[in-house]
């Protein structure tokens, strides 16, 4: 299993980012994916998960409303775009296999800073 998540950054209050996941060595089509992330100092935390085929959605009561994940299976990606973000959204961000965060990339670092 490889996941690789690129599209972190700075950015301000009240902005935008979209994330990026490609993942390789696994029947990716097949699976549940998630987005994951940690904040300094804090433990995981499960962001959002999409089905297999990606009809079904569901995010975390933090992020609900402002995030929105899809995936394409014929590339064998995923995203996240992220709107209106809070300093509180402020983390690493991972793509995984499981809620929990088994199986992630190294991460993508968001900053949402003034």
């Known amino acids: 299993v490889e996941l690789v998540e690129s599209g972190g950054g700075l950015v301000q209050p009240g902005g935008s980012l979209r994330l990026s996941c490609a993942a390789s060595g696994f029947t990716f089509s097949l699976l549940f994916m998630n987005w994951v992330r940690q904040a300094p100092g804090k433990g995981l935390e499960w962001v959002s998960t999409?089905?297999?085929?990606?009809?079904?959605?569901i995010y975390a009561d933090s992020v609900r409303g402002r995030f929105t994940t899809s995936r394409d299976n014929a590339k064998n990606m995923m995203s996240l775009q992220m709107n209106s973000l809070k300093s509180e959204d402020t983390a690493l961000y991972y793509c995984?296999?499981?809620?929990?965060?088994?199986?992630r990339g190294q991460g993508t670092q968001v900053t949402v800073s003034s």
């Open positions: 995984a296999t499981t809620r929990t965060g088994a199986n």
């Open positions: 999409i089905s297999p085929d990606g009809t079904v959605t």
